[in-house]
């Protein structure tokens, strides 16, 4: 009996040691098939560290687009600086007085005076001196009150108007103005600085009235410094023989006949054909007959005479 197990147990362990090293050579080849059909899906891999090598400067790109690489930043700024990897420097940076701003590790900056870009390229050169081997910044503003516009004349709060955001329109404006009063003028005028090669300032003249309805091309984008100006309507003045008497709001190439329409019409006994405008001429007041298609200037006064019978 024990030479049987002695016999036996080589015998079992030279059949196992068979198997095993029949393994390799029976499951290699599922394997080998296996991957052919997954190959496919190998290739979307191995694309992906190119893009990763780019990951980077797309979001710079993306911030700079958004706030604009010359925007001039200005005291009281709010700016948004993100140093990758950074916490430390990255936070929200309140523009002083003085224009400049201060940062952990570089300390005192300049910031007012200069582009987005500009500011951020400084911090890069200012970190990558003795502090960061490759920095990687970004800069954005996170609040404007450099930027400010004045709104005058016949509104009913006349002040200056902080441009809080990268752009705001003239209709905008006119809003945190409290809006033209009900004497206002029906044109509005933008005055603008002089760009580089101008002497003269820009002067822009917008219909009030299509800009309030939302016509196309009417409103205008503000810039830093402009005027705003909403002049007291120009009048005229009509009497006799009309049904409502008194002053009206003049309109740029109004005629006698829409005059007429504003004052209500003629009364039974009004005329269209004794029809005198007292104008003021060299000083003096003068009568000049007029006829329903002539136009009118501001602070003529329309005298409309009765009939005869």
């Known amino acids: 009996m024990r030479s049987t197990v002695i016999v036996s147990c080589p015998a079992v362990l030279l059949l196992a040691t068979a198997l095993a090293a029949q393994t390799p050579q029976q499951s290699s080849p599922p394997p080998s098939s296996q991957p052919q059909p997954q190959a496919p899906a190998v290739k979307p891999d191995f694309v992906i560290p190119k893009p990763e090598g780019q990951a980077t400067p797309p979001p710079a790109t993306q911030v700079q687009q958004t706030v604009g690489d010359q925007y001039v930043i200005g005291p009281a ?6 140093v990758v990897d950074e916490a430390d420097l990255t936070r929200q940076y309140l523009v002083d007085t003085d224009g400049t701003i201060t940062m952990p590790y570089i300390g005192r900056q300049q910031a007012a005076g200069l582009t987005v870009e500009a500011l951020r390229a ?31 004349g016949a509104v009913r709060a006349p002040q ?20 033209p009063t009900s004497s206002a003028a029906n044109e509005v005028s933008v005055v603008r600085a002089p760009k580089p090669g ?55 190439s109004m005629t006698v006949a829409r005059a007429l329409v504003l004052a209500g019409g003629l009364t039974d006994r009004g ?38 019978f």
């Open 198 to 252: 101008q002497k003269e300032p820009e002067t822009i003249t917008i219909d009030r009235r299509e800009l309030e309805v939302g016509k196309a091309g009417r409103d205008v984008v503000l810039e830093d410094g402009d005027i705003i100006n909403v002049p007291e309507a120009k009048k005229f003045y009509v009497s006799g023989a009309v049904k409502n008497t008194g002053a009206f709001v003049y309109e740029s």
């Open 160 to 179: 200056r108007v902080t441009l809080t955001g990268l752009t705001m329109s003239l209709l905008e404006a006119l809003t945190l103005a409290g809006s």
């Open 77 to 82: 700024d709010t700016l948004a600086i993100t």
């Open 271 to 308: 005329s269209d054909r004794r029809i005198t405008i007292k104008r003021e001429i060299g000083g003096k007041i003068e009568e000049i007959s007029a006829k329903l298609t002539d136009k009118i200037q501001p602070n003529d006064e329309i005298v409309i005479g009765q009939r005869l």
């Open 122 to 152: 400084k911090i890069t050169a200012e970190l990558k001196k003795d502090w960061i081997k490759n920095p990687q910044v970004l800069v954005g503003v996170q609040q404007y009150k450099a930027r400010s516009v004045l709104v005058t």
